[in-house]
Nanobody, 126 residues
Framework: QVQLADSGGGLAQAGDSLRLSCVFS????????MGWFRQAPGKEREFVAA????????YYADAVKGRFTISRDNTKNTLYLQMNALKPEDTAVYYC???????????????????WGQGTLVTVSS
């Protein structure tokens, strides 16, 4: 059974950096594309970033492009999200996700995501 354990959230000030981590267990992560979604209070869950299992191509939402970097270490079955130049509007619960199809992430298809982490809260103050 696949399990995702995400961590690394916390309190930050605008302009600060945080790094989220997600450990994938239960199977090899190599055949899964992985990514991050986030959900702010009162809003729907939205796509943030993804990395393809096949060619390690990366994809970003416009709101985070140039500030966030997604990466993965398949030897450690770990996914990372480096978040720089944080803004108050980045405040949300961030969820690690895994799916065999990259398009699930790039189309923001929340309902089709196969596996979710429990979420980690990021709060950015101005």
């Amino acid at each position: 059974q696949v399990q995702l354990a995400d961590s690394g959230g916390g309190l930050a000030q605008a302009g600060d950096s945080l790094r989220l981590s997600c450990v994938f267990s239960g199977r090899t992560s190599r055949s899964y594309s992985m990514g991050w979604f986030r959900q702010a209070p009162g809003k729907e869950r939205e796509f943030v970033a993804a990395i393809s299992w096949s060619d390690s191509g990366t994809y970003y939402a416009d709101a985070v492009k140039g500030r966030f970097t997604i990466s993965r270490d398949n030897t450690k079955n770990t996914l990372y999200l480096q978040m720089n130049a944080l803004k108050p509007e980045d405040t949300a619960v961030y969820y690690c996700a895994a799916d065999r199809y990259t398009v699930t992430f790039t189309e923001g298809n929340v309902r089709n995501v196969e596996h979710w982490g429990q979420g980690t809260l990021v709060t950015v103050s101005s």
